[in-house]
């Protein structure tokens, strides 16, 4: 095993160009709303050579993405144009409806034959993952992901070029996952100027269920109290100044797109919800018992907590990293180091397979100068992985062909 973090000189960049190579040539997105038609119009804007076609069951949101230049066609689900795009040269189909529709295009691409890569950008992952293993007929095609932004403008009047820059994109590979459909993917997203953390399928639910659909809930109840309280004071609401409005905005959303995520997410969200409940009685507890220590603790644990929340990610090429890992012999070896990275805080900018001789393959990551790069190293090795570590400069990395 080489020395896992010692490299003495800077390495070669295999790779390093991936990010601003066209990954997909014909991308089907179904679901032009707020995140099908920003995806739509980002991808444009990245890779304007790809080829993008939109599908909604909503005229108008088809009408506005192809007025507007974030897709070449926009065509209604039905239209015969669309099997045809998908069965003669579409190589990414991207989910971006509602939960409830993931069914009914599984059981298309399967009827049209589709192999190409699948994901979607659904808040959840429970059935979806069902509807994947039951309906599509390569189930390993599929890569389950999830944007972590979004807007309470729901449609494709909220929908913006940039909504996903700057953010994180979650992918959830696994052992099946074929390698380079990932890779792809991550080359798509990074392009847009996201950036990519890999989550394990089963821990995805009950994570987003904390930083989002908690929160969420708890945004709508801050408002349902606010709103009791304005029916006897009509002029309450208009008091409401950046401390409420900060902590209710995402209140707005969709009430059906929620109650759709909600349910899909029952357990988790409720598991959540009753935690919340608790820490609401700890504030009403040393209230009641005049605990000033108490209640100053829970104030200085969230302080310190929201205080370190990372501002928005700006990508960093200083300081680059090469990370090169044996695949011989070993399924799942992207998901698992992906996750192991992810899971460590560190940030993979972007990702190479270099296929050596037949059968012989080396995962290349080059990382940003995030993270844990120690615990890194020690997890991939108790996993039984053979890494090597090596520094990059930058000058290498913008210019390596
Ligand atoms: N809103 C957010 O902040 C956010 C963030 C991340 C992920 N998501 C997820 O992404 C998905 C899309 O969310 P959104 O906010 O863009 O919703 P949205 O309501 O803005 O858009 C959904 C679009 O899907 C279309 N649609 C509905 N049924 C359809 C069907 N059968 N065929 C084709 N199109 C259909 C609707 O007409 C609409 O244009 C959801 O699964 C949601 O959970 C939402
Ligand atoms: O409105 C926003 O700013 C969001 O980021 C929306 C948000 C979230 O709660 O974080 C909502 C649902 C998603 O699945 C992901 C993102």
Redesign the pocket.
């Known amino acids: 095993m080489t020395d896992p973090i010692a490299a003495p000189a800077a390495a070669d960049t295999p790779g390093a160009d991936a990010a601003r190579r066209q990954p997909f040539d014909a991308i089907a997105i179904v679901g032009l709303g707020l995140i099908g038609a920003s995806l739509a119009a980002a991808v444009t804007e990245a890779f304007p050579d790809a080829e993008v076609v939109g599908v909604d069951v909503d005229a108008r949101a088809r009408a506005l993405a192809a007025e507007r230049g974030w897709t070449a066609r926009a065509l209604a689900p039905d239209d015969p144009a669309l099997a045809d795009f998908v069965r003669e040269r579409c190589d990414l189909v991207v989910i971006a409806t509602p939960v409830a529709c993931v069914d009914d295009y599984f059981r298309a691409l399967a009827d049209w034959g589709f192999d190409g890569v699948v994901t979607d950008t659904i808040?959840t992952k429970a059935h979806v993952l069902e509807a994947a293993a039951d309906l599509l007929p390569e189930p390993r095609n599929y890569v389950p992901g999830?944007?972590?932004?979004?807007?309470?403008v729901n449609g494709v009047d909220g929908a913006r070029t940039d909504l996903f820059k700057g953010t994180n994109w979650i992918l959830c590979p696994d052992a099946d996952t074929v390698p380079e459909h990932f890779q792809r993917l991550h080359e798509l997203i990074t392009g847009m100027e996201a950036r990519v953390v890999s989550l394990r399928r089963e821990e995805h639910d009950r994570a987003?269920a904390i930083?989002?659909h908690v929160?969420?809930m708890v945004a709508s109840s801050l408002v349902e109290l606010a709103s009791r309280h304005a029916d006897d004071t009509q002029s309450l609401m208009r008091l409401a100044a950046g401390g409420f409005k900060d902590t209710t905005?995402?209140a707005a959303?969709s009430p059906k797109l929620w109650c759709g995520?909600a349910f899909d997410n029952a357990a988790a969200l409720r598991d959540g919800l009753v935690e919340m409940q608790g820490i609401i009685g700890s504030f009403v507890d040393a209230l009641e018992a005049g605990d000033r220590g108490a209640f100053t603790d829970l104030l200085v644990q969230a302080a310190d907590a929201r205080r370190a929340l990372p501002a928005a990610w700006v990508p960093s090429t200083d300081n680059l990293l090469e990370v090169r890992v044996p695949m011989v012999n070993r399924a799942g070896v992207v998901a698992e180091v992906t996750t192991i990275a992810s899971s460590v805080g560190c940030n993979i900018q972007s990702i190479e397979i270099d296929h050596v001789s037949e059968g012989n393959a080396v995962l290349s990551l080059i990382l940003t100068d995030e993270g844990d790069v120690g615990q890194l190293s020690l997890q991939l090795i108790k996993a039984g992985f053979s890494v090597s570590f090596s520094p990059i400069l930058v000058k290498e990395y913008a210019h390596v062909d």
Do not use: A, K, L, Q
Not at 146 to 152: R, Y
């Open positions: 808040s999830h944007p972590m932004t979004g807007s309470e987003v930083v989002s929160p969420h905005r995402v959303g995520i």
